[in-house]
Nanobody, 115 residues
Framework: QVQLVESGGGLVQPGGSLRLSCAAS????????MAWYRQGPGKQRELVAS???????NYAESVRGRFIISRDYAENTVDLQMNNLKPEDTAVYSC?????????WGPGTQVTVSS
């Protein structure tokens, strides 16, 4: 069982930045792939960004060039740096960890982009 806890969400104006962190209950060295997903109001959940244990990253087209996913081995977290935020980025952001054939999810953190 892997427990994930997200932090860093909040209210930000368009054009602003936020940094989300996902803390894992096991060493992230042992997690094959970690990702951030989001679900906006009235929308389906979508993949935002992912990072493998080797550091390979993948981004949704809508966030490429604005968001950066990274692993912080010292803090045992996976972070999502979000820049130039837009109102359409408003969503609940959830952390996902793939360990062997199992998927684990955090409860999510709300990000609201509004003036």
């Amino acid at each position: 069982q892997v427990q994930l806890v997200e932090s860093g969400g909040g209210l930000v104006q368009p054009g602003g930045s936020l940094r989300l962190s996902c803390a894992a209950s096991i060493s992230i060295f042992s997690i094959n792939s970690m990702a951030w997903y989001r679900q906006g109001p009235g929308k389906q959940r979508e993949l935002v960004a992912s990072i493998t244990s080797r550091g390979s990253t993948n981004y949704a087209e809508s966030v490429r060039g604005r968001f950066i996913i990274s692993r912080d081995y010292a803090e045992n977290t996976v972070d999502l740096q979000m820049n130039n935020l837009k109102p359409e980025d408003t969503a609940v952001y959830s952390c996902n960890a793939a360990v062997d054939l199992l998927n684990f999810w955090g409860p999510g953190t709300q990000v609201t982009v509004s003036s």
